[in-house]
Protein backbone atom coordinates (compact mmCIF):
# COMPACT_ATOMS: atom_id res chain seq x y z
CA UNK A 1 0.00 0.00 0.00
CA UNK A 2 1.40 3.32 -1.09
CA UNK A 3 0.56 6.70 0.83
CA UNK A 4 -2.35 8.72 -1.04
CA UNK A 5 -2.46 12.30 -0.81
CA UNK A 6 -6.11 11.85 1.08
CA UNK A 7 -4.25 9.74 4.00
CA UNK A 8 -0.84 11.93 3.85
CA UNK A 9 -3.23 15.07 5.02
CA UNK A 10 -5.34 12.76 7.37
CA UNK A 11 -2.23 11.65 9.32
CA UNK A 12 -0.63 14.95 9.40
CA UNK A 13 -3.72 17.31 10.38
CA UNK A 14 -4.64 14.73 12.95
CA UNK A 15 -1.39 14.82 14.81
CA UNK A 16 -0.86 18.11 14.01
CA UNK A 17 -1.07 19.16 17.47
CA UNK A 18 1.54 17.00 18.66
CA UNK A 19 3.83 18.27 15.73
CA UNK A 20 5.97 20.59 18.05
CA UNK A 21 7.11 17.59 19.85
CA UNK A 22 10.11 16.29 18.53
CA UNK A 23 10.07 12.83 19.73
CA UNK A 24 6.13 12.23 20.20
CA UNK A 25 6.39 8.70 18.39
CA UNK A 26 8.99 7.20 20.88
CA UNK A 27 7.86 7.68 24.80
CA UNK A 28 10.21 10.22 26.70
CA UNK A 29 9.19 8.38 30.06
CA UNK A 30 12.19 7.34 31.93
CA UNK A 31 12.94 4.06 31.45
CA UNK A 32 13.01 1.35 34.08
CA UNK A 33 16.27 0.81 33.95
CA UNK A 34 19.01 3.56 33.61
CA UNK A 35 22.18 2.35 31.63
CA UNK A 36 25.40 4.10 30.89
CA UNK A 37 25.59 4.61 27.38
CA UNK A 38 29.25 5.36 24.96
CA UNK A 39 28.61 7.28 22.31
CA UNK A 40 31.42 7.66 19.81
CA UNK A 41 30.19 11.20 17.98
CA UNK A 42 27.51 12.48 19.34
CA UNK A 43 28.21 16.24 18.01
CA UNK A 44 27.15 15.88 14.69
CA UNK A 45 23.41 15.65 12.83
CA UNK A 46 22.13 12.17 14.59
CA UNK A 47 24.71 11.77 17.67
CA UNK A 48 22.19 15.08 19.09
CA UNK A 49 18.93 12.75 18.62
CA UNK A 50 20.24 10.14 20.33
CA UNK A 51 21.78 11.91 23.46
CA UNK A 52 18.70 14.10 23.66
CA UNK A 53 16.37 10.68 23.86
CA UNK A 54 18.62 9.22 26.18
CA UNK A 55 19.10 11.50 28.94
CA UNK A 56 14.88 12.07 28.73
CA UNK A 57 14.89 8.39 29.12
CA UNK A 58 17.52 8.56 32.26
CA UNK A 59 20.59 7.16 31.10
CA UNK A 60 24.21 8.36 31.72
CA UNK A 61 25.87 9.03 28.43
CA UNK A 62 29.62 9.48 28.08
CA UNK A 63 30.66 11.17 24.15
CA UNK A 64 33.55 10.31 22.82
CA UNK A 65 35.16 12.38 19.90
CA UNK A 66 37.77 15.16 18.85
CA UNK A 67 35.73 17.84 20.74
CA UNK A 68 35.82 19.51 17.29
CA UNK A 69 32.62 19.74 16.26
CA UNK A 70 30.09 21.94 18.29
CA UNK A 71 32.53 21.88 20.91
CA UNK A 72 29.90 22.70 24.51
CA UNK A 73 26.97 21.32 22.63
CA UNK A 74 26.21 18.90 26.07
CA UNK A 75 27.55 21.03 28.54
CA UNK A 76 26.56 18.36 31.36
CA UNK A 77 27.21 15.38 29.47
CA UNK A 78 30.58 14.10 30.25
CA UNK A 79 33.01 14.15 27.08
CA UNK A 80 36.10 12.13 26.22
CA UNK A 81 38.55 13.45 23.80
CA UNK A 82 40.33 11.20 21.16
CA UNK A 83 40.38 10.08 17.77
CA UNK A 84 39.08 6.75 15.91
CA UNK A 85 42.84 6.98 14.17
CA UNK A 86 44.22 5.23 17.25
CA UNK A 87 43.82 7.71 19.95
CA UNK A 88 41.77 5.77 21.92
CA UNK A 89 43.24 6.08 25.69
CA UNK A 90 40.28 7.57 27.13
CA UNK A 91 38.33 4.66 26.52
CA UNK A 92 40.66 2.70 28.59
CA UNK A 93 40.08 1.11 31.67
CA UNK A 94 36.25 2.51 31.66
CA UNK A 95 33.21 0.05 31.61
CA UNK A 96 29.70 0.94 29.69
CA UNK A 97 25.95 -0.85 29.21
CA UNK A 98 26.38 -0.35 25.84
CA UNK A 99 28.26 2.02 22.45
CA UNK A 100 26.54 3.39 19.78
CA UNK A 101 29.34 4.41 17.10
CA UNK A 102 28.26 6.89 14.85
CA UNK A 103 31.34 7.95 13.58
CA UNK A 104 32.74 4.76 12.38
CA UNK A 105 34.08 4.60 8.81
CA UNK A 106 37.00 3.10 7.88
CA UNK A 107 37.20 -0.81 8.95
CA UNK A 108 41.08 -0.24 10.88
CA UNK A 109 38.62 2.56 13.28
CA UNK A 110 35.67 0.01 13.75
CA UNK A 111 38.26 -3.05 14.66
CA UNK A 112 39.91 -0.55 17.17
CA UNK A 113 37.26 0.76 18.68
CA UNK A 114 35.37 -3.05 19.01
CA UNK A 115 38.67 -4.86 20.27
CA UNK A 116 39.23 -1.93 22.86
CA UNK A 117 36.23 -2.15 24.12
CA UNK A 118 34.83 -6.13 24.07
CA UNK A 119 34.23 -7.32 27.37
CA UNK A 120 33.82 -3.08 28.51
CA UNK A 121 30.62 -2.85 26.91
CA UNK A 122 27.70 -5.02 26.50
CA UNK A 123 26.02 -4.06 22.90
CA UNK A 124 28.12 -2.23 20.34
CA UNK A 125 25.79 -0.66 18.34
CA UNK A 126 27.10 -0.04 14.93
CA UNK A 127 25.66 2.72 12.36
CA UNK A 128 26.10 1.61 9.28
CA UNK A 129 24.28 2.25 5.78
CA UNK A 130 21.81 0.75 3.36
CA UNK A 131 24.94 1.88 1.03
CA UNK A 132 26.63 -1.30 2.54
CA UNK A 133 24.65 -3.24 -0.20
CA UNK A 134 25.62 -4.07 -3.63
CA UNK A 135 23.86 -2.33 -6.79
CA UNK A 136 22.67 -6.33 -7.13
CA UNK A 137 20.53 -5.19 -4.23
CA UNK A 138 16.32 -6.16 -5.24
CA UNK A 139 12.92 -5.50 -4.25
CA UNK A 140 12.80 -9.05 -2.59
CA UNK A 141 15.92 -9.01 -0.17
CA UNK A 142 16.17 -8.30 3.38
CA UNK A 143 19.06 -7.38 6.09
CA UNK A 144 20.35 -11.31 5.31
CA UNK A 145 19.71 -12.13 1.73
CA UNK A 146 21.54 -8.83 0.39
CA UNK A 147 25.15 -8.94 -1.15
CA UNK A 148 27.72 -6.60 0.44
CA UNK A 149 29.42 -3.49 -1.55
CA UNK A 150 32.90 -4.81 -2.08
CA UNK A 151 36.38 -2.56 -2.59
CA UNK A 152 38.91 -3.68 -4.35
CA UNK A 153 41.40 -2.99 -1.29
CA UNK A 154 39.35 -2.78 1.92
CA UNK A 155 42.82 -1.18 3.15
CA UNK A 156 42.65 1.44 1.17
CA UNK A 157 41.84 4.90 3.21
CA UNK A 158 42.32 7.06 0.66
CA UNK A 159 38.83 7.84 -0.37
CA UNK A 160 37.04 10.58 1.68
CA UNK A 161 34.53 9.75 4.58
CA UNK A 162 31.54 9.96 1.82
CA UNK A 163 33.55 9.07 -1.12
CA UNK A 164 33.12 6.05 -3.73
CA UNK A 165 33.89 2.87 -1.58
CA UNK A 166 31.33 5.06 1.44
CA UNK A 167 29.21 1.75 1.10
CA UNK A 168 31.97 -1.08 0.90
CA UNK A 169 33.85 0.60 4.01
CA UNK A 170 30.48 0.18 5.89
CA UNK A 171 29.97 -3.12 4.72
CA UNK A 172 33.89 -3.74 6.05
CA UNK A 173 33.49 -2.15 9.56
CA UNK A 174 30.17 -4.06 9.97
CA UNK A 175 32.10 -7.07 9.83
CA UNK A 176 34.70 -6.28 12.18
CA UNK A 177 32.69 -5.05 14.57
CA UNK A 178 30.53 -8.52 14.28
CA UNK A 179 34.02 -10.27 14.13
CA UNK A 180 34.50 -9.06 17.98
CA UNK A 181 30.67 -8.97 19.25
CA UNK A 182 29.13 -11.46 17.57
CA UNK A 183 25.76 -11.66 18.72
CA UNK A 184 26.40 -8.33 20.58
CA UNK A 185 27.23 -6.88 17.60
CA UNK A 186 23.55 -4.62 16.06
CA UNK A 187 24.12 -2.94 12.49
CA UNK A 188 21.73 -0.38 11.79
CA UNK A 189 21.76 0.65 8.58
CA UNK A 190 19.85 3.35 7.44
CA UNK A 191 18.57 5.15 4.65
CA UNK A 192 18.11 8.77 4.38
CA UNK A 193 17.82 10.47 7.82
CA UNK A 194 16.03 13.72 7.77
CA UNK A 195 14.83 15.60 10.21
CA UNK A 196 15.62 19.19 12.61
CA UNK A 197 19.42 19.39 11.94
CA UNK A 198 19.72 17.40 8.92
CA UNK A 199 22.97 19.35 6.97
CA UNK A 200 21.33 17.86 3.48
CA UNK A 201 18.89 19.39 1.06
CA UNK A 202 17.31 16.02 0.60
CA UNK A 203 14.37 17.47 2.27
CA UNK A 204 15.55 21.27 3.00
CA UNK A 205 15.03 21.94 -0.53
CA UNK A 206 11.70 21.27 -0.57
CA UNK A 207 10.43 22.93 2.52
CA UNK A 208 12.17 26.08 1.37
CA UNK A 209 11.17 25.80 -1.87
CA UNK A 210 7.28 25.92 -0.66
CA UNK A 211 8.05 28.39 1.24
CA UNK A 212 9.13 30.80 -1.04
CA UNK A 213 5.77 30.28 -3.09
CA UNK A 214 5.10 30.15 -6.75
CA UNK A 215 5.30 27.40 -8.99
CA UNK A 216 7.87 24.84 -8.19
CA UNK A 217 9.76 22.51 -10.77
CA UNK A 218 9.85 18.76 -9.53
CA UNK A 219 11.80 16.50 -11.80
CA UNK A 220 10.85 12.94 -12.88
CA UNK A 221 8.41 10.43 -12.56
CA UNK A 222 5.30 11.53 -9.98
CA UNK A 223 5.53 8.35 -8.43
CA UNK A 224 9.44 7.75 -7.62
CA UNK A 225 9.80 5.62 -4.18
CA UNK A 226 11.10 7.59 -1.54
CA UNK A 227 12.90 6.57 1.63
CA UNK A 228 12.60 9.07 4.80
CA UNK A 229 13.19 8.45 8.20
CA UNK A 230 13.11 11.10 10.77
CA UNK A 231 16.52 11.20 12.92
CA UNK A 232 14.28 10.98 16.15
CA UNK A 233 12.58 8.54 15.29
CA UNK A 234 15.61 6.09 14.64
CA UNK A 235 17.93 7.51 17.09
CA UNK A 236 14.91 6.98 19.92
CA UNK A 237 14.45 3.58 18.51
CA UNK A 238 17.93 2.58 18.94
CA UNK A 239 18.61 3.30 22.64
CA UNK A 240 15.03 1.58 23.17
CA UNK A 241 16.85 -1.25 21.33
CA UNK A 242 19.72 -0.82 24.00
CA UNK A 243 17.08 -0.88 26.84
CA UNK A 244 15.40 -4.21 25.77
CA UNK A 245 18.99 -5.85 25.32
CA UNK A 246 17.63 -8.41 23.16
CA UNK A 247 18.72 -6.49 19.61
CA UNK A 248 21.22 -8.43 17.60
CA UNK A 249 22.51 -8.56 13.88
CA UNK A 250 21.43 -6.46 11.18
CA UNK A 251 18.28 -3.76 10.44
CA UNK A 252 17.61 -1.55 7.83
CA UNK A 253 16.42 1.66 9.60
CA UNK A 254 14.19 3.47 6.76
CA UNK A 255 10.80 4.80 6.51
CA UNK A 256 8.16 5.52 6.53
CA UNK A 257 5.51 2.22 6.91
CA UNK A 258 5.46 2.23 3.23
CA UNK A 259 7.80 4.19 0.49
CA UNK A 260 6.23 7.73 -0.06
CA UNK A 261 5.57 8.30 -3.77
CA UNK A 262 6.62 11.53 -4.95
CA UNK A 263 3.86 13.54 -5.98
CA UNK A 264 1.17 12.66 -2.47
CA UNK A 265 4.58 13.36 -0.81
CA UNK A 266 4.94 16.64 -2.02
CA UNK A 267 1.05 17.57 -2.66
CA UNK A 268 1.06 16.65 1.25
CA UNK A 269 4.20 18.62 1.86
CA UNK A 270 2.63 21.92 0.30
CA UNK A 271 -0.81 21.42 2.40
CA UNK A 272 0.58 20.75 5.83
CA UNK A 273 2.86 23.62 5.58
CA UNK A 274 0.17 26.42 4.37
CA UNK A 275 2.36 27.12 0.63
CA UNK A 276 1.05 28.83 -1.88
CA UNK A 277 2.99 26.65 -4.32
CA UNK A 278 1.97 24.61 -7.50
CA UNK A 279 3.98 21.48 -8.61
CA UNK A 280 4.86 21.43 -12.27
CA UNK A 281 6.29 17.90 -12.91
CA UNK A 282 9.16 18.00 -15.54
CA UNK A 283 10.58 15.13 -17.31
CA UNK A 284 14.47 14.27 -16.94
CA UNK A 285 15.14 14.05 -20.65
CA UNK A 286 13.81 17.01 -21.16
CA UNK A 287 15.70 18.77 -18.61
CA UNK A 288 18.65 17.70 -19.06
CA UNK A 289 18.41 18.78 -23.07
CA UNK A 290 17.08 22.19 -21.53
CA UNK A 291 19.52 23.24 -18.73
CA UNK A 292 23.27 22.88 -18.65
CA UNK A 293 23.74 22.43 -14.93
CA UNK A 294 21.04 20.25 -13.07
CA UNK A 295 21.70 20.00 -9.30
CA UNK A 296 21.49 16.40 -7.71
CA UNK A 297 17.96 16.82 -6.47
CA UNK A 298 18.80 13.71 -4.26
CA UNK A 299 16.71 10.95 -3.60
CA UNK A 300 14.97 12.61 -7.21
CA UNK A 301 17.42 10.63 -9.32
CA UNK A 302 16.08 9.61 -13.08
CA UNK A 303 15.28 6.30 -13.03
CA UNK A 304 17.37 5.92 -9.55
CA UNK A 305 18.12 2.87 -8.01
CA UNK A 306 15.08 1.95 -6.96
CA UNK A 307 15.03 -1.14 -4.73
CA UNK A 308 17.41 1.61 -2.26
CA UNK A 309 13.92 3.52 -2.09
CA UNK A 310 11.98 0.59 -0.99
CA UNK A 311 14.30 -1.41 1.30
CA UNK A 312 12.18 -3.38 3.83
CA UNK A 313 11.87 -2.24 7.20
CA UNK A 314 10.09 -5.08 8.69
CA UNK A 315 12.91 -6.52 10.90
CA UNK A 316 13.22 -2.82 12.50
CA UNK A 317 9.55 -2.87 12.68
CA UNK A 318 9.49 -5.82 14.54
CA UNK A 319 11.77 -4.19 16.60
CA UNK A 320 9.75 -1.55 17.68
CA UNK A 321 11.04 1.35 14.95
CA UNK A 322 7.89 3.21 14.23
CA UNK A 323 7.16 6.87 12.43
CA UNK A 324 5.82 9.86 13.00
CA UNK A 325 3.77 11.58 9.69
CA UNK A 326 6.55 13.29 7.72
CA UNK A 327 4.62 16.38 7.76
CA UNK A 328 5.69 16.38 11.33
CA UNK A 329 9.30 16.17 10.48
CA UNK A 330 8.30 18.91 7.92
CA UNK A 331 7.22 21.31 10.37
CA UNK A 332 9.52 20.89 13.13
CA UNK A 333 12.18 21.59 10.39
CA UNK A 334 10.92 24.59 9.39
CA UNK A 335 10.61 25.61 12.76
CA UNK A 336 14.46 25.63 13.10
CA UNK A 337 15.21 26.34 9.42
CA UNK A 338 17.39 29.52 10.69
CA UNK A 339 19.54 27.01 12.51
CA UNK A 340 20.31 24.89 9.22
CA UNK A 341 24.14 25.47 7.74
CA UNK A 342 23.09 22.87 4.67
CA UNK A 343 27.00 21.31 4.33
CA UNK A 344 26.57 19.20 0.81
CA UNK A 345 25.50 21.68 -1.87
CA UNK A 346 22.14 22.71 -3.50
CA UNK A 347 19.47 20.37 -3.64
CA UNK A 348 17.78 21.65 -6.70
CA UNK A 349 17.66 24.86 -9.27
CA UNK A 350 17.99 28.44 -7.93
CA UNK A 351 14.81 30.58 -7.94
CA UNK A 352 15.79 32.02 -11.57
CA UNK A 353 16.53 29.27 -13.63
CA UNK A 354 13.45 27.44 -12.40
CA UNK A 355 11.45 30.01 -13.45
CA UNK A 356 13.19 30.21 -17.17
CA UNK A 357 13.04 26.48 -17.27
CA UNK A 358 8.77 26.45 -16.07
CA UNK A 359 8.64 29.26 -18.82
CA UNK A 360 10.22 27.36 -21.70
CA UNK A 361 8.44 23.53 -20.73
CA UNK A 362 4.98 25.19 -20.93
CA UNK A 363 6.30 27.02 -24.25
CA UNK A 364 7.37 23.59 -24.99
CA UNK A 365 5.10 22.68 -28.65
N1 LIG B 1 22.55 11.24 7.15
C1 LIG B 1 22.14 10.16 6.53
O1 LIG B 1 21.20 10.21 5.71
C2 LIG B 1 22.80 8.84 6.84
C3 LIG B 1 22.35 7.71 6.16
C4 LIG B 1 22.92 6.49 6.45
C5 LIG B 1 23.91 6.39 7.42
N2 LIG B 1 24.35 7.49 8.04
C6 LIG B 1 25.39 7.35 9.06
O2 LIG B 1 24.98 8.00 10.23
C7 LIG B 1 26.12 8.47 10.93
C8 LIG B 1 25.80 9.91 11.05
O3 LIG B 1 26.76 10.62 11.66
P1 LIG B 1 26.46 12.02 12.31
O4 LIG B 1 27.41 13.00 11.71
O5 LIG B 1 25.06 12.36 12.29
O6 LIG B 1 26.96 11.57 13.77
P2 LIG B 1 27.19 12.43 14.99
O7 LIG B 1 27.56 11.61 16.13
O8 LIG B 1 26.00 13.31 15.17
O9 LIG B 1 28.47 13.36 14.52
C9 LIG B 1 29.70 12.90 14.10
C10 LIG B 1 30.62 12.86 15.32
O10 LIG B 1 31.79 12.14 15.10
C11 LIG B 1 32.88 12.84 15.67
N3 LIG B 1 34.06 12.47 14.90
C12 LIG B 1 34.28 12.68 13.59
N4 LIG B 1 35.49 12.19 13.23
C13 LIG B 1 36.05 11.68 14.36
C14 LIG B 1 37.30 11.05 14.64
N5 LIG B 1 38.23 10.86 13.71
N6 LIG B 1 37.53 10.63 15.90
C15 LIG B 1 36.61 10.82 16.88
N7 LIG B 1 35.42 11.41 16.67
C16 LIG B 1 35.15 11.86 15.42
C17 LIG B 1 32.50 14.31 15.53
O11 LIG B 1 33.10 15.13 16.50
P3 LIG B 1 34.57 15.79 16.26
O12 LIG B 1 34.56 16.40 14.90
O13 LIG B 1 34.65 16.78 17.37
O14 LIG B 1 35.55 14.68 16.39
C18 LIG B 1 31.00 14.23 15.81
O15 LIG B 1 30.74 14.29 17.19
C19 LIG B 1 27.34 8.17 10.07
O16 LIG B 1 27.96 7.00 10.50
C20 LIG B 1 26.71 7.96 8.68
O17 LIG B 1 27.45 7.07 7.88
C21 LIG B 1 23.82 8.72 7.79
Not at 158 to 180: F, N
Not at 333 to 345: D, R, V
Request: proline share 5%; aromatic share 10%.
Amino acid sequence: MTTTRRSFIRSASALGALAALPGWACTRESASKSLNILVLGGTGFIGPHEINYALARGHTVTMFNRGKTAPGMFPDVENLIGDRDDQLDALKGRDWDAVIDNSGFYPRHARLSAELLHGHVGKYLFVSSISAYADTLTLEDDEFTAAYSVMDDPTDESDRIYGATYGARKALCEQEIVKVFGDDAINVRPGIITGTGDPTERLRHWLVRMQAGNEILVPGQDDLPVQYIDAADMCGWMVRLLEDGTGSGPYNAVGAEEPYRARPLLEGLVDATGSTSTLTWVDWEWLRANAADIPSYAPWYGAGPMPFMQVTNARAMAAGLRFRPIADTAKDMIENLAEYTPQYGPGGLDLETEAELLAKWHARA
